[in-house]
């Protein structure tokens, strides 16, 4: 008895419901990212096999580049608002609140404080340029860091009534002795407990 052959029929899916998926998945990633703020100065972090990530809020971070030059930069713009308050009240500096705005935006910076007016008036471009910013003096004649350090917590203190973590982020190129007086500047204060921000490594 002869078989009956089934004709064959081509088979077509209809992509148009998923075209629309990911034309919204790309469209909500677009606009929930944030850009990602150039760097200060480029830091080449030495290498770990140490897979620790730093605490998501409650941050300060102390940069410390080839050469010596210190970095210091709040996390959250609300409490960097606040630190500059407490530093203006120190130094006698006056900033009004389209300076203060600006600096809520500015993740780290570098410049002694009698310098800060002119900094915050630049754009975020110019800012970054070679030279611009020399870093924060953090000699015994005039440590600037140390008082960044103290405001810095004592507004966390105030704003969000926690205690802020501390990171160092040092240059691999960058002498061990630079570093430790970093150290120094926060065991002063107490601050026994500091990350060390590394680049990670293979096995």
């Known amino acids: 008895m002869a078989k009956v052959k089934m004709s064959k029929?081509?088979?077509?899916?209809?992509?148009?419901?998923?075209?629309?998926v990911a034309f919204l998945l790309l469209t909500f990633f677009i606009l929930t990212a944030t850009a990602k703020q150039p760097e200060i100065v480029p830091v080449e972090t030495p290498a770990s096999t140490v897979q620790v990530k730093l605490p998501e809020s409650d941050l300060a971070i102390i940069t410390i580049a080839n050469g010596g030059k210190v970095f210091f930069g709040v996390k959250a713009p609300d409490v960097r608002i606040k630190t500059l308050e407490l530093i203006s009240e120190q130094y006698k500096l006056s900033f009004t609140e389209e300076e203060k705005k600006r600096f809520s935006l500015m993740e780290e910076f570098g410049v002694p404080v009698n310098q800060l007016n002119g900094l915050i008036k630049l754009s975020s471009t110019d800012r970054n340029n070679e030279g611009v910013q020399i870093g924060i003096p953090h000699d015994s004649l005039d440590n600037q860091l140390k008082e960044w350090v103290r405001a810095a917590r004592n507004a966390n203190a105030e704003v969000n009534e926690k205690q802020l973590n501390f990171a160092i982020k040092g240059d691999a190129k960058e002498q061990?002795?630079?570093?430790?007086?970093?150290?120094?500047?926060?065991?002063?204060?107490?601050?026994?407990?500091?990350?060390?921000?590394?680049?990670?490594?293979?096995?």
């Open 176 to 203: 061990y002795p630079e570093i430790k007086k970093i150290m120094d500047i926060l065991q002063e204060q107490k601050v026994n407990k500091f990350n060390l921000v590394t680049g990670l490594r293979g096995e």
């Open 9 to 20: 029929k081509a088979t077509a899916v209809d992509m148009t419901a998923m075209c629309d």
